[in-house]
């Protein structure tokens, strides 16, 4: 009578075994998709390697006890190429640093769904469009820079939200309308939105729409 419940046993067993290991390779896949995207003539992404179980021995990438990506450090690495939605799949990632390369094409809305982002640093690349109003769902957010790119239309307003945010810059790019006032963004150095110049502000509420000479 036992064999009979053998094979259902076996197949728990089975599935605790894998779901892990399919979990954290999940986050393996999305940044092998990243790879794939991206030009890397310095070799700095060499130890990708996508038959590995999960990506936390790769350089350049930070997991948490449970093997979880929390970090990706690709800042300054002389990469280029552009960002994709699989990136929203790194649903445990913290960091997310980008800076001084030459990243182009548009911000993705994806990146909206890494809920526990706290800093993202897209600082001197060539990212072009509009900011995604997806960003608005990162609550944990508290650094938030994307100056020096050829990013445009206006600051959604949605970003006000973010209560936690203490860093914000869109320095040096094409932005447009005003400037707002509400939430953190009443505590941001104007230095963090010079440059743009189509960008007016601060806004006047109820005198002109926010977007205004956009």
């Known amino acids: 009578m036992a064999l009979r419940f053998l094979p259902s046993l076996l197949s728990f067993l089975l599935a605790v075994l894998v779901s892990p290991a399919l979990s954290t ?9 990243l790879r794939a995207r991206l030009s890397d003539p ?5 130890s990708w390697d996508p038959t590995l179980v999960n ?11 449970d093997n979880h990506v929390i970090r990706l450090d690709l800042g300054n690495s002389n990469i280029s190429g552009t960002l994709g939605p699989e990136l ?11 800076y001084m390369n030459n ?7 994806g990146l909206g769904n890494l809920k526990n982002l706290v800093s993202m640093d897209l600082y001197n690349n060539k990212f072009e469009g509009e900011i995604p109003k997806s960003f608005a769902k990162l609550k944990s957010l508290r650094f938030l820079r994307f100056n020096n790119n050829k990013l445009t239309g206006s600051i959604p307003r949605e970003l006000t939200t973010l209560s936690n945010l203490k860093v914000f810059d869109v320095s040096n ?3 447009c309308g005003t400037i707002p006032i509400d939430g953190p963004f009443g505590s941001f150095p104007i230095e963090s939105f010079e440059n743009n110049p189509r960008l ?10 926010y977007d205004f000479g956009c």
């Open 25 to 33: 390779n999940s986050e393996g896949n999305a940044l092998h998709a």
């Open 42 to 46: 310095t070799n700095v992404l060499q």
């Open 55 to 65: 990506p936390c021995t790769w350089f350049h990438v930070t997991c948490d006890s």
């Open 88 to 98: 929203g799949d790194l649903q445990h990632l913290q960091y997310l640093e980008l």
């Open 103 to 109: 990243i182009e094409g548009k911000i993705p809305e």
């Open 173 to 175: 790019n094409d932005i």
């Open 200 to 209: 007016n502000g601060p806004e006047l509420q109820g005198l002109v729409s």
